[in-house]
């Protein structure tokens, strides 16, 4: 619990510079897991709807201490970020000037750039060994900038694993247990979707219409932090109105700011709107939110985890694993480029990119260490 802790007051950037946080704390640092599992987890997670670094997390601790220490850790990861969206959500209602300053973001941008570079080397080092595998990883990172669909992640995934899944008789044969299935995580998902859509629908209470629609959002959003906005906004700002385009941004911007899983940027929409139920209400607000937009995606994460290790034992599936993690890799390379496009392309940026880099790869410097000076120096020079 304390190492969760640390990564949700430590990580800035996003699902992307989330997973380069991951491997250089959970992998090098913890040894909680290979680069391969991480890579596989990650991969999984973006077949899945939901917040990717968050599955991640309660898939993890899900193998160590199954499911109610996966939402203990869905609990400390989030509530800072939570926390801290609802405070400012809370600020937000009771002023009148919006304008906010993010200068101090200024070199935690290019420093999260180096991060997923550093990260994409590793990876690629690691795990891309086949011509198969490198053309792939090509093909997907050039699929991924050119067209950046959240949609098509999974498809991009999958077409992978089938690709080298045709050759699975390449793969040596090994022992299998029968797979059980336990359905209880699976069942509980559809059952809360569909109880609490019909109790907002009958009782029209704003609290239980906040949750479905979070839940929903938390159910159907693939491609992590960077497509919640754009669904947000237009069911939030566009059609129904409960917070202004200029608060909205306004939030965002701070979101980008604060540590921990993105998706906590829901909370400080769940605050704006119950402003008019007063404090409490708001932080109400704030609470059903994160809830409806988190447990979805860790339910689903708890039922797929229990099973991946004995799917995996299965030849086609072995052999798809190459593929998937390819891709997957390819993705990551995408986001070095993708990440860079709102960066300023000077010396000084590119200069913090490849020192980023080189801490990361050439020293025993902790990654968080790298952000919070990087947080410290906009605040003195931004």
Known sequence: MKDIFILSLTTFGGATAHFALFLDYLVYKRGYLTEKELIEMNALCQMLPGPSSTQILTGLATKIGGAPF?????????????????????????????????????????????????????????????????ILLVVSASITVLINSPYLFPLLILAGGFITGLKYK???????????????????????????????LFTQSLPIRLLENFYRNGSLIFGGGQVLIPFLYTEFVDFKDYLSSSEFLSGFAIAQAIPGPTFSFASYIGTLSMREYGVWGEIL?????????????????????????????????????????????GMVVAAIFLLFEPVQANLLNFSLILGTVGILLFTKIPAPYVVLIGLLAGFLLG
Do not use: C
């Open 285 to 329: 607000g704030g609470f059903l939110a994160a809830v409806g937009i988190f447990v979805p995606g860790t339910l689903m994460m708890i039922f797929l985890i229990r099973f991946w290790d004995q799917l995996k034992k299965f030849r086609i599936i072995k052999a798809s694993l190459e593929g998937i993690t390819a891709v997957s890799s």
């Open 170 to 200: 390449a793969q040596p044969i090994e022992e299998k247990e029968k797979i059980k299935i336990r359905w209880t995580a699976l069942i509980i998902w559809i059952s809360v979707l569909i109880l609490i859509a019909l109790i907002g």
């Open 70 to 134: 996966a939402f203990i850790t869905l609990f400390v990861w989030a509530i800072p970020g939570v926390a801290l969206m609802t405070a400012f959500g809370i600020l937000m209602s009771n002023i009148d000037e919006n304008e906010l300053s993010t200068h101090f973001l200024t070199f935690v941008q290019p420093i999260a750039v180096g991060f997923v570079a550093a990260a994409a080397y590793r990876i690629v080092k690691k795990v891309i060994h086949t011509k198969t595998s490198v």
